[in-house]
């Protein structure tokens, strides 16, 4: 794809791996559409952005809240003919027994990561239909992939976002539209950093850092490719766990074990 002069929608791009991609991308040309949830943050981003795409623009928005997705999307298509990219990247995670985690926050990382993406790919869709192209990116996460110790209802979120990518892929592709999901490992962000010391702790040679996964979501918009799972190393987990489920579980088991709790706290 060419960006130059290309609409980019791009949630959670006040901060991490969205910030990273509404930069790269506006340094290529793109007129950006930057999406957050602290106006803080989205103005600090948008200062960045400008300096290589003046026509870029910032909304305040909750993406899990469906009125605030649909008044987004309402105003950007009035100001623009078009939304040629949507990218659902914002997202929130944690790291913390099941049982010990409130099931009100079980709903919001279900509300946020899963159905966030829902909502804003509902809004953007007609237009894009209208017109007969379009590609809709969806960040994910190797933890809709491969279930984690301790975050059960992250990974549900993220194994949610991977089967509806791939359903959209098959309704979408016919049509002229796109679909991608990207999967990263653990990223070098402050959002991975809010549970990162919690136990068990990602390997240090899995971290990656933003600039390498834009990059990577980049490439996957210029070759429409459906899905991309980085690092290698990562990937090639993956790839055990689907030829070989029960040996990677095994394996899993093994190494997560330890660092199960006899007696986890319960949630009153």
Known sequence: MEFKEKVILITGASDGIGKQLAIDLSMRGAVIIASGRSP??????????????????GIRCDIGSRAEVHQMISEVLAKFPAIDVLI????????????????????????????????????????????????????????????TLNMAGYCASKFAINGFSESLYHELKPRGIAVSVVCPGPV????????????????????????????????????????????????????LKRFMPGLFRAISHRLFRSHVSPQPKSVS
């Open 188 to 239: 070098r962000t402050s959002f991975n950093r809010t549970f990162a010391q919690t136990s068990p702790r990602s390997p240090t040679s899995l971290v990656i850092s933003v600039e390498s996964v834009s990059q990577t979501v980049i490439r996957a918009i210029e070759k429409k490719r459906f899905q991309v799972i980085t690092p290698p190393s990562v990937a090639l987990m993956c790839a």
């Open 88 to 147: 659902n990247n914002a997202g929130i995670g944690m790291r913390k027994p099941f049982v010990e985690t409130p099931l009100e926050t079980i709903e919001e990382l279900m509300r946020t990561n899963y159905l966030g993406t829902a909502y804003c790919t509902h809004e953007v869709l007609p237009s894009m239909l209208a017109r007969g192209r379009g590609h809709i990116v969806n960040i994910s996460s190797a933890a809709g992939h491969i279930g």
């Open 40 to 57: 803080a943050r989205l103005e600090a981003a948008l200062t960045e952005i400008r300096r290589s795409s003046p026509r870029s623009i």
